[in-house]
């Protein structure tokens, strides 16, 4: 770490090493997977560094499914309207800096190793309080968050668009009180630490929704919506619903994405080309307007509709149903649940016309990689027959074998199964069975079943 100091003491450029040598001290700490239950040590941590977690304004975003699309695009629509924006998202794809965006770009590599090499004293502090308590010191993951709100404080930002890690009232990205509570569709996910429906799950996440605050829900089973009205009831905050206050009204295919009509909570936005495909997109789209809305104008602002096809034209989401290659095209989607395997299935079938599809998947071991599969084999029944069980080089991947069984039972034949234990060697088998037999430029491949997947994927292909 001397070198990485040094570097950022000089000024000079900061080169990959030493973001990577930051990366790698980080990841000594627990890993992202070994999330800690409490609070106490994060606002420990923002008294000693003079609270960069009240530095500026935040919108913050939960949900189990379209978090860092919706993320992405109120951070479109807010830069739309000449504000300076902070945007902390995780998992990364490729690099760690991608977590910590400026004005949509990832924070400057001499930022991130300069910030970081600041902040580390004082952070030694809280660790050495928790060891004299007996308790585990900072987890990487609350590092990471740390150094998010102290950069968007050093930049500065005018506003933080705040991605939850998991669940909400103990997640480390919960020390900061966002203007504007943010929930996306909530369902079945991380069911051993979050519950075991989505009203039990929805308890969790509701942890996000403070005093002063605004609430602004997609659509919600009926259970989470209950929870999250009594929570906002509870704390006092205005709330609006996707499908009672607000949501799509038209929506229509179009080259690149689709054009939308939304109704927001203040106002009526007509032909919004968004340059994303399927129908969660434009859910998720409707979200970030009213978030927009409500953090601008208190809901009672309409936004101006140039302004709005601006912010989300400009919109992209890397990893989500993105096109990386063509001839064949090649798909790439970090949906790791049954819903988002079901929504960008439902994506592809609308917005694509394969008449054969390769599906090269791999999945961590805390997902249920059965009902993935299963989603993917009944919404793209006709053009998905082969499948290439693969594995990312995460430790948690689950070993590409043990997919098989699964895969047959999702109801993939047997003689159409290949397992491919290095991702490379699995994109060069779905790439040549997707070119035989398909008429011309009718074949595709579709890499999904985790982010890590995913991230390894558009590098091997040069993204």
């Not at 403070?210 to 999250?228: E, M, T």
């Not at 709330?239 to 607000?246: H, L, M, N, Y």
Request: glycine content about 10%; charged content about 25%; some cysteine.
């Amino acid at each position: 770490m001397s070198d990485a100091g040094n570097n950022a003491g000089s000024g000079q450029g900061i080169d990959q090493f030493s973001v990577e040598s930051v990366y790698a001290e980080l990841l000594s700490r627990a890993p992202e997977n070994k999330m800690e239950p409490r609070m106490a040590p994060l606002f420990r941590a923002m008294e000693i560094l003079g609270e960069p977690n009240r530095a500026v304004p935040i919108i913050h975003i939960t949900g189990t499914n379209g978090k860092t699309s919706t993320a992405r695009m109120i951070e479109g629509l807010l830069r739309a309207h000449d504000l300076r924006t902070g945007r902390y998202t995780s998992p990364h794809l490729s690099r760690v800096t991608e977590r910590i965006s400026i004005d949509g770009e990832p924070v400057a590599d001499e930022t991130f190793v300069r910030v970081w090499d600041e902040i580390r004293p004082y952070l030694e502090i809280v660790d050495a309080e928790l060891d004299a308590a007996g308790e585990p010191r900072l987890t990487y993951f609350e590092c990471v968050t740390i150094l998010a709100f102290a950069v968007f404080a050093d930049e500065p930002v005018d506003v933080a668009v705040i991605e939850v890690g998991l669940g909400g009232i103990t997640d480390a990205t919960n020390v900061g009180d966002g203007a504007v509570s943010v929930v996306t569709p909530i369902s079945l996910d991380h069911t051993d630490l979050l519950g075991d429906t989505p009203g039990e799950i929805a308890i969790e996440k509701s942890g996000i929704i403070k005093p002063g605050g605004f609430l602004i829900s997609a659509a919600q089973p009926a259970d989470a919506a209950q929870v999250l009205l009594e929570k906002a009831r509870d704390t006092g905050v205005e709330f609006r619903f996707e499908g009672v206050e607000f949501g799509v009204e038209d929506r229509r295919i179009a080259v690149g994405g689709q054009q939308i009509t939304l109704a927001g909570i203040a106002g009526r936005y007509e032909e919004v080309l968004l340059p994303l495909h399927g129908e969660h997109q434009a859910q998720n789209a409707a979200v970030a307007v009213a978030a927009v809305e409500a953090f601008l104008g208190g809901g009672s602002r309409e936004l101006d509709i140039d302004v709005v096809r601006d912010g989300l034209g400009a919109v992209t989401s890397p990893g989500r149903l993105e096109l990386v290659r063509t001839a064949p095209s090649i798909l790439v989607d970090a949906a790791h649940n049954a819903a988002g395997a079901r929504a960008s299935a439902k994506a592809i079938a609308e917005a694509f016309e394969f008449n054969k599809l390769v599906l090269v998947i791999g999945v961590l071991q805390d997902k249920d990689a059965g009902a993935i599969l299963s989603e993917l084999h009944e919404e793209l029944s006709g053009v998905l027959e082969d499948v290439c069980l693969t594995q990312s080089t995460s430790p948690r991947a689950i070993p590409a074998e043990e997919l098989r069984q699964l895969a047959l039972s999702a109801g993939f034949a047997d003689g159409h199964i290949h397992v491919a234990d290095r991702l490379d060697d699995a994109l060069e088998w779905a790439v040549m069975t997707a070119e035989e037999g398909s008429e011309l430029g009718g074949g595709g491949v579709l890499v999904t079943g985790s982010i890590t997947v995913v991230g390894e994927a558009r590098t091997l292909l040069g993204k």
